[in-house]
């Protein structure tokens, strides 16, 4: 894992660390820290402001400001020049493994196509942290960050297939991919019409893993490697980061990685379809009438709401088999980043008890989430009169939420149904989270997972 500089706690190693002492802004002088350092640093404007880090080479400060960044350590991940440090205060369980798991954020780089500079300072994990779940929290971060950032001229569907494919070779999984034309023999009428445009072929990706008998758990993401809008192009600020777009398919990969190294007592079912949204002769058209594999027939109402469509064919394959539970997640509607903005993604569940167990597992994993409404008052925006329904509501109101309504349609076999409109993107960075790529959720989730299938 790039900027894998976490070793585990070892006494004699934390003994000879340079330690690092945390300061609230403001409260220097109330620290711990060696008087000559509180010095040094108050000489050089150090007021204990966010991400403010500064070392005299044999120990160092960091600033905390409000404590309202749980990912603050990974600015000294960041700032602090090459060897060995340990937090010189203790943590709980929970803030410790949070704090390793900044560190390691820290030294997050992305260097396909350019030479970064590596983050050279080593912590020893905090004597109280589980360094084995950041390690794990860390790799699945970075490997949905990784393709996310990488550009849909390198990440088509059939790039993405071979992540998904290295995914599935490191834990044993097996993998069955339908391509092209076989799409429509096999009754996935909807991923083939919005890919079918495109040059690179559309595909469906199927991945399954561990005991056939164990609980059934499907997550289904959306694969839209590149969209351009289709015929109903968006203008180029809009088509800007549509490398993005497949998102959700980054965040299914990165937790089902995240299933499989922890050992997790499921039956793991991971659903990609992976298109790209181009522009041909033989583009999807507003005003066609598309069938899908549920057997419904969908109007389509605009070509740049093409996610939707291929999540539902794929989520009718999941329903099939009648899960347990199924979570889907996508980079859905720009509707969601009005209502909550880049950073808190919404979720859509009908089941009480789950939504809180997520909702608590989030915050103790400073994974933000935000629960929005099913309501079923808004179900005849998506009427058609030509068709069962149309995929879009044809107007400006609740857009993220007739979204979910729609994909409800065809999620209605499994038992229990989690949809996630997440963004997967940041525009600004902070301490350990770059601008670009980003995962959401996925840590929040696998909280509540582990704790309802644990590893035997």
């Known amino acids: ?83 060995d440090y340990v937090l010189a205060d203790p943590l709980e369980p929970d803030a410790a493994t949070l704090a390793a798991l900044a560190w390691l954020m820290g030294g997050y780089r992305f260097d396909r196509y350019k030479e970064q500079k590596s983050a050279e300072a080593r912590l020893i994990a905090p004597e109280n942290a589980d360094a084995e779940a950041a390690r794990r929290a860390g790799e699945a971060v970075f490997l949905a960050r990784d393709l996310v950032n990488t550009p849909a001229g390198d990440m088509g569907p059939a790039a993405l297939e071979q992540a998904a494919r290295n995914l ?3 834990h044993g999984a097996q993998i069955d991919v339908i391509v092209g034309d076989d799409l429509l023999a096999e009754n996935f009428p909807m991923v083939h019409a919005v890919g079918r445009a495109a040059k690179a072929a559309p595909r469906l990706i199927d991945m399954t893993w ?18 351009s809008g289709g015929l109903n192009i968006k203008g180029a600020g809009g088509m800007a980061i549509m490398k993005k777009d497949m998102g959700g398919a980054a965040h299914v990969l990165a937790l089902a990685g995240m299933i499989m190294s ?18 041909s002769g033989d583009s999807f058209r507003p005003g066609d009438i598309l069938k899908s594999r549920k057997g419904l027939t969908v109007e389509i109402g605009n070509t740049d709401a093409e996610g939707r469509l291929i999540l539902a064919d794929a ?5 099939e088999e009648e899960p347990e539970l199924m979570i889907s997640l996508a980079t859905l509607t720009g509707a969601a980043r009005v209502a909550l903005g880049p950073e808190l993604a919404p979720f859509y569940c009908d089941d009480e008890a789950l939504a809180e167990n997520l909702q608590a597992a989030a915050a103790r994993a400073a994974d933000p989430v935000w629960r929005m409404p099913l309501w079923r008052g808004y179900e005849s925006m998506l009427s058609s009169q030509i068709a069962d329904v149309n995929h879009i509501s044809g107007g400006s109101f609740a857009g993220s939420v007739t979204a979910a309504l729609f994909l409800k349609k065809f999620a209605g076999e499994a038992a229990s ?38 590893a035997q």
């Open 417 to 454: 149904w989690m949809h996630f409109d997440i963004y997967a993107w940041r525009p600004k960075a902070a301490p350990g989270r770059p601008a670009g790529g980003e995962a959401q959720t996925i840590r929040a989730l696998f909280g509540v997972l582990k704790d309802r299938y644990p």
């Open 168 to 170: 599935a070779e490191a």
């Open 1 to 83: 894992m790039s900027g894998n500089l976490l070793s585990d706690y070892e006494k004699n190693a934390a003994d000879a660390a340079k330690k690092i002492h945390a300061v609230r802004d403001g409260a220097l002088d109330e620290s711990d820290a060696p008087a000559s350092l509180k010095e040094l640093a108050r000489a050089n404007g150090f007021t204990g402001e966010a991400g403010g880090v500064f070392t005299d080479g044999a120990a160092a400060v960091i600033g905390l400001g409000d404590e309202s960044d749980p990912f603050i350590f990974a600015a000294a991940a960041e700032k602090l020049p090459k060897g």
């Open 315 to 319: 989520l009718t394959l999941g329903g």
């Open 262 to 279: 922890a050992g997790l007592k499921v039956r793991l079912r991971a659903i990609v379809p992976a298109v790209e949204n181009a522009i």
């Open 210 to 227: 561990g005991d056939a008998h164990a609980p059934k758990l499907t997550l289904v993401g959306k694969g839209v490697t590149f969209d």
